[in-house]
């Protein structure tokens, strides 16, 4: 008879926990500083480059306004400095709405050609 192996299903939330929390302490111990900071670097990448929606993203401003302090001011400048020059992109909603627009368009001109052929 063989052992059955153990699933994540066979434990209560508080032991998964547990042993999340065991996994964390494992993995933190045994990393190097180096790959340490490349997992902070991922994770902080992810977090501040994936933010969605307006909340999410006045949260992150929040976090870089308090790490910046002082200094944030200067850094919103330095940006629009830099980057001013490129051209400003149309936040995400409205561009999919005139994508939307456009492929409604598109349909009615195709509907309109089978319809003045069909005659």
Do not use: C
Request: hydrophobic share 30%.
């Amino acid at each position: 008879m063989k052992d059955e192996e153990i699933s994540f299903k066979d434990l209560t939330k508080a032991q998964l926990n547990a042993l999340k929390d065991l996994y964390i302490e494992s993995r933190v111990k045994t990393m190097s500083e180096v790959d340490l900071r490349k997992l902070v670097k991922e994770v902080l990448e992810l977090q501040v480059r994936g933010t969605v929606g307006n909340e999410e993203e006045r949260e992150v401003w929040k976090e870089m306004k308090e790490h910046f302090d002082e200094s944030f001011k200067q850094k919103i400048k330095d940006v629009i400095k830099a980057k001013g020059s490129e051209e400003i992109s149309i936040p995400t909603e409205k561009e999919e709405f005139q994508k939307r627009l456009e492929v409604l368009e598109q349909r009615k001109k195709e509907e309109s050609k089978t319809n003045e052929d069909m005659w």
